[in-house]
Every structure is written in structure tokens, then in C-alpha cells.
């Protein structure tokens, strides 16, 4: 008679032995006969391996506050959801590719979601950053929201009521050039919510670019400028009149409504003439088509306390308004302001605005 046992070996792995009935010694394990035993994979491995992707790459995180678990992004496109850590009494400074960097609060090294995503091996090591409240509070960030509408390729520009929502795109191509070669850091809309709440150091010199309307001169002349000099945008689509695909791994769609562009019964927009959860309804529309919520921009930058309820109702942090200003520490969520850019605006105009 052969009696079986399973005895539990060191980590967790199960050894199989076997005694007769006249003999109470123990056979030799399964496990060494004639089995390879290798030895754990780290996270890292495991992460690639589940991934089976000779893109992955595998992101792990060092610092203070740091996630334990390796991140996985995709060499093909930018960094996706970063982790800001939060700590009581401190402020998240970033993430760096070194140690050296990271502690020097480098901008032009710092990594974000407008990085493309480089990986040596399939692997890339990010350093932590923090700072004081005081420090943060020290560096006055002011950050604008740049607003383009429709462009054109006439020097002399359009005619119509609409002239100045276009911008040349010889004056479009000189700003990019100048925000590309300035050493602008570009924060994404999460890191724009942490900076406003004081959780998140953000660069005195940001910009953030935005385009109002998708119109098909954004993308048959600012997307390739946009590609050109490899700058994160975001283009706010009003999603009932097209819903393409984002044109470039630099460009983030963004809600502009489902169908709110346009008038309501007193002849401002729908967005204050609405119910809160009429406007919740359409941005759930809108938020659904695109796969995100997260920031929406007012048509017409008309807003009122129950539009306000009804962006956060549907789950919609933030929302941007056509009202001039500068986001800095504590600026109403639900009202970012902007800097409109105008027909005949020069480089030289906009650098007076952000620099």
C-alpha cells in the first residue's frame, strides 16, 4: 500500500512524497527529479512577461511616497497616469530620470505625460522629487491656458465676424517654436488639479495648449506643427458634430459637450439654460464617446452655478472658461480662466502673456 502526503516546502511550494506501508521512508520529491528549478521572477519580469509586448516597458518608481509595483507604459506613445504621491505637510515635486536631477527640481528633465516614453532593456528607473509648502508657494507659479479656435493659412486672415478666432499659422508655428525651444514644462490636466489644490509643485514656466471646436484647420494645419515640435495639446471636441481619433500621440480630446454649442431659449447657450441634470446627461454622452472626463471646456464660455453642478455631476473635475487669467494655487476648478490667442497675435505678443 503507498500512502501520499503533500508537506509544504519553503515559499509556499508544495513537495509530494510517498511512503509504503512496509518501508516509512520518505521517496525523493518530485520536484528534484530531474525538474529545473529557476529562481522568482521580480516584478519587473513578471510585469513584462504578462505583457508579451516588445513595446512594454516596465516603470519603477524610487523616493519617498513611491509605489512599490512597477508601472507599465508603451514605448509608441507618452507616459499614461504618472502617480502624484501626497503627504501631509509636503509637495510632490515630480518625477526625474536621476537622483541629481530630481533633488535640483530639474524642469527640463522632469518626466510627465507630454514625454514620449524611452526605455533601455524595456525598463526606465523615475526619481521622486518633494518640497515644502513655503518653497512651493515661493515659486508664484502662474500657469496659462493658451485658447486657439480655427487657424488659416492666409497672412492677411479671414474675413467674416469670425476673423479673429484665426490664428495665421506662420504666427502658430513661431509660438510652438518659441514654447519648444524655451524649455516650457507642459502639465497634464491631473497634475493641473494636484498644483491647484497645493498638493503638486508645478514650474513658474508652464503653458498649457488648448483648441476649442476641433475645426478641420486644427487638424489639417496646427496638428502637424503640433507633431513637429512634439508638444502636448488638448483639442476639446463637441462630440455630436465629429468624434475622430486623436490625430497624434500629442493630442488629448478633451469634452467641449455632446450637443450643448449651442443657443438655448434665451440665446445664451444651452449650458445656462439647462437643467443640472440635462447638462450632466450630455456630458455623460460626451465623456462615454471619448473615453474620458476630467476637464471639459463651457461653449461660448458661458457658465453659471447649476452648469457648475452639473460638470460635477457627471464626474468632470475641472472645466475651462473663455474668461482671461492665470491658474495658480487655489483657483476655482470649475472656472479655469485662459489667454486667448486673437488673429494678428505675434510671437512677440504671446511671450508679453506667458514669457
Not at 137 to 154: G, R
Not at 267 to 273: A, E, L, P, Q
Not at 296 to 319: I, S
Request: charged share 20%.
Amino acid at each position: 500500500m503507498i500512502i501520499c502526503a503533500v508537506v509544504l516546502l519553503g515559499g509556499g511550494a508544495a513537495g509530494v512524497f510517498a511512503w509504503t506501508a512496509a518501508a516509512r521512508e520518505p521517496a525523493v520529491p518530485r520536484a528534484e527529479a530531474g525538474a529545473i528549478e529557476h529562481p522568482p521572477l521580480s516584478p519587473v519580469q513578471r510585469l513584462l512577461r504578462d505583457a508579451d509586448d516588445p513595446l512594454a516597458c516596465a516603470v519603477s518608481f524610487t523616493g519617498d511616497g513611491a509605489p512599490a509595483e512597477p508601472m507599465l507604459q508603451h514605448q509608441d506613445a507618452l507616459y499614461q497616469d504618472l502617480p502624484i504621491p501626497s503627504q501631509d505637510g509636503r509637495v510632490f515635486g515630480g518625477w526625474y530620470p536621476t537622483a541629481e536631477s530630481a533633488a535640483a527640481f530639474d524642469q527640463t528633465a522632469r518626466v510627465n505625460g507630454a514625454d514620449a516614453v524611452v526605455c533601455q532593456d524595456q525598463q526606465v528607473q523615475l526619481y521622486g522629487a518633494w518640497m515644502t509648502p513655503e518653497q512651493n508657494v515661493a515659486e508664484n507659479a502662474q500657469i496659462p491656458i493658451l485658447m486657439y479656435h480655427q487657424f488659416t493659412a492666409k497672412p492677411e486672415g479671414e474675413s467674416g465676424w469670425l476673423r479673429g478666432n484665426y490664428a495665421y499659422i506662420g504666427d502658430f508655428d513661431a509660438q510652438m517654436s518659441h514654447i519648444a525651444s524655451s524649455g516650457f514644462y507642459m502639465p497634464t490636466w491631473d497634475e493641473l488639479s494636484a498644483f491647484i489644490d497645493g498638493r503638486l509643485y508645478l514650474p513658474a514656466h508652464s503653458v498649457i495648449i488648448t483648441d476649442d471646436d476641433a475645426d478641420q484647420s486644427w487638424f489639417d494645419l496646427a496638428v502637424p506643427v503640433i507633431d513637429k515640435y512634439k508638444l502636448l495639446s488638448t483639442s476639446f471636441m463637441i462630440t455630436a458634430y465629429r468624434q475622430d481619433p486623436p490625430p497624434s500621440i500629442y493630442v488629448q480630446r478633451r469634452s467641449h459637450t455632446h450637443d450643448m454649442h449651442q443657443a438655448g431659449d434665451n440665446g445664451k447657450g444651452r449650458m445656462v439654460n439647462w437643467t443640472a441634470d440635462q447638462i450632466a446627461a450630455d456630458l455623460n454622452t460626451s465623456g462615454d464617446i471619448l473615453g474620458v472626463r476630467q476637464v471639459m471646456a463651457y461653449p461660448y464660455g458661458h457658465y453659471n452655478d447649476t452648469a457648475k453642478q452639473g460638470v460635477a455631476q457627471a464626474g468632470y473635475e475641472m472645466a475651462r472658461t473663455i474668461e482671461p487669467g492665470l491658474v495658480t494655487i487655489g483657483t476655482d476648478k470649475l472656472a479655469l480662466p485662459v489667454v486667448r490667442i486673437d488673429y494678428g497675435m505675434t510671437v512677440d505678443a504671446l511671450i508679453k502673456r506667458i514669457g
